[in-house]
C-alpha cells in the first residue's frame, strides 16, 4: 500500500513556521525581510510562477519587489537594474525568474547577484559550497524534496538514489544532497544507455525529465520512493508529472503526486531562504 506525500500540507506547515520567523526577525531588527523578483517578457508559465511566489511572500509576511519588464528590455538595462538591487541594503534576496527571453545572456546576469542574496542556490559559489557540503543557499526544488523526505521519516542513508536529469537547477543540486545525506547516487540524463534498469535499481527515485508520464511502471522497483519534480501537460491539456502516477503508484512505498507534491514545496524553498538569507546578513 502506497503512501501519498502531501506536499500542499508540509507546506502549509513549513510556512507557519518561516512566518513565524519572519515575525521575530521584524520584531528584533525592527526591519523588513525584502525579496525582489524580476520577470522579463510574457512568458505564461513564468507569470504564473511568478505571481504564485509573491503571494506566498505576502502569506509569510515577507515584503516582495516585482519588476516586470518588456521583452524588448536591453541586457544592459536588466544588469543595471540587478546591480542595483545587489547594492539595495532592503533587498535580502534576488531571483531572477528563467528563462530569461533568447537575447540574452543569462549567465551574466545571475552572475551578477551577490552569494549572499542568490535565493535560488543557482551560482557557482552556492553549488560549489553545497558539493563540498558547507552551508549555503540551496536551490529551491531539490532542498524541498529533502525536507519532504525528512518529514516522511523517510531514510536516505545508505539507500540507491537515482535522479533523472543533470540540470543546474534540479538534477546537480538534487544529487548533491543526497550525497550529503549518505545516499549512493546515480545522475541519469539523455544519454544514459539502459534507463530502465538503473531505474529498477532505486530505492529512491527522482524524476525531472520535463516528459509528460515518462516514467512507467515496468521502470519502478517494488517499494520504492517516487518523487515527480515534473509539470507537464497530458494528451488532454491536464497537468501532471513526470510519471505515469495512476500506473505506478501501486509499487510505490511512497509518491509525489503533480500537482500538490513537489510545487508547492520548492516556493516554501524559497521562502525560506530568503529568511536565511536576512538572518545572514546580520550575522
Ligand atoms: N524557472 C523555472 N523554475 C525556476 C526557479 O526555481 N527559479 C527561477 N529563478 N526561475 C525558474
Not at 510562477?49 to 515577507?62: L, M, S
Not at 538534487?174 to 544519454?191: E, F, G, P, Q, R
Not at 515496468?218 to 519534480?229: G, P, R, S, T, Y
Amino acid at each position: 500500500m502506497y503512501k501519498i506525500i502531501d506536499g500542499k500540507k508540509i507546506a502549509v506547515e513549513m510556512r507557519q513556521n518561516i512566518k513565524n520567523c519572519v515575525n521575530e526577525y521584524k520584531r528584533r531588527y525592527a526591519a523588513e525581510i525584502g525579496l525582489a523578483v524580476v520577470m522579463v517578457g510574457d512568458n505564461q508559465a513564468s507569470q504564473v510562477y511568478v505571481r504564485n511566489k509573491i503571494k506566498a511572500c505576502e502569506e509569510v509576511g515577507i515584503k516582495s519587489f516585482a519588476y516586470y519588464l518588456p521583452e524588448e528590455t536591453p541586457q544592459k538595462e536588466l544588469e543595471e537594474l540587478i546591480c542595483e538591487l545587489a547594492a539595495n541594503d532592503s533587498i535580502n534576496g534576488i531571483l531572477v525568474q528563467l528563462p530569461l527571453p533568447k537575447h540574452f545572456d543569462s549567465e551574466k546576469i545571475l552572475k551578477l547577484i551577490p552569494v549572499e542574496k542568490d535565493v535560488d542556490g543557482f551560482s557557482a559559489e552556492n553549488l560549489g559550497m553545497l558539493s563540498q557540503n558547507n552551508e549555503c543557499l540551496t536551490s529551491c526544488t531539490p532542498n524541498g524534496i529533502m525536507k519532504m523526505l525528512e518529514h516522511e521519516n523517510i531514510s536516505v542513508c545508505g539507500k540507491k538514489a537515482v535522479v533523472i536529469g543533470r540540470s543546474n537547477i534540479v538534477g546537480k543540486p538534487m544529487a548533491m544532497l543526497l550525497l550529503n545525506a549518505d545516499a549512493t547516487v546515480t545522475v541519469c540524463h539523455s544519454k544514459t544507455a539502459n534507463l530502465k534498469a538503473e531505474c529498477l535499481e532505486a530505492d529512491i527515485l527522482i524524476a525531472a525529465i520535463g516528459k509528460a508520464k515518462f516514467i512507467k511502471s515496468d521502470m519502478v522497483k517494488d517499494e520504492a520512493v517516487v518523487i515527480d519534480v515534473g509539470m507537464n501537460r497530458d494528451e488532454n491539456g491536464k497537468l501532471c508529472g513526470d510519471v505515469d502516477y495512476e500506473a505506478v503508484k501501486e509499487k510505490c512505498s511512497y509518491i509525489t503526486p503533480v500537482p500538490g507534491g513537489v510545487g508547492p514545496m520548492t516556493i516554501t524553498m524559497l521562502l525560506y531562504n530568503t529568511y536565511t538569507a536576512a538572518v545572514r546578513s546580520r550575522n
